[in-house]
């Protein structure tokens, strides 16, 4: 089960950061994704990491300005995300897949069948 946390109501050029807690198991051996959301719009990849945390992949909407980040001691993969603007107002979004190797991260969401809950992120201009 993943639990995403950490959003809420940030003026633009303000920082904020996500996290995605995983319980009952250990995804060490999985890679990570962060997606969102915005109103009426499809889901979309923001990050996305593998197990070891050495490989990134970041949207250009948010390359520069975002970090990815994985802590497997505690079973937690992080978004940071700067300098955001009114367009990053979104539902967050967590997703973990196995991987089949250590390098591996994938982009497509439909290539991640356990997904969190979702935190809301509201950028205020």
């Known amino acids: 089960q993943l639990q995403a946390f950490g959003g809420g109501l940030v003026q633009a050029w303000g920082s904020l950061r996500l996290s995605c807690a995983a319980s009952?198991?250990?995804?060490?051996?999985?890679?990570m994704g962060w997606f969102r959301q915005g109103p009426g719009k499809e889901r979309d990849i923001v990050a996305a990491?593998?197990?070891?945390?050495?490989?990134?992949y970041y949207a250009d909407s948010v390359k520069g300005r975002s970090t990815i980040s994985v802590d497997n001691a505690k079973n937690t993969v992080y978004l940071q995300i700067d300098s955001l603007k009114p367009d990053d107002t979104a539902v967050y979004y967590c997703?973990?897949?196995?991987?089949?190797?250590?390098?591996?991260?994938?982009?497509?969401?439909?290539?991640?069948?356990?997904w969190g809950q979702g935190t809301l992120v509201t950028v205020s201009s």
């Open positions: 997703a973990a897949r196995p991987a089949y190797s250590s390098s591996d991260y994938y982009t497509n969401r439909r290539e991640y069948p356990y």
């Open positions: 009952g198991g250990t995804f060490s051996t999985y890679a």
């Open positions: 990491i593998n197990w070891s945390g050495t490989m990134t």
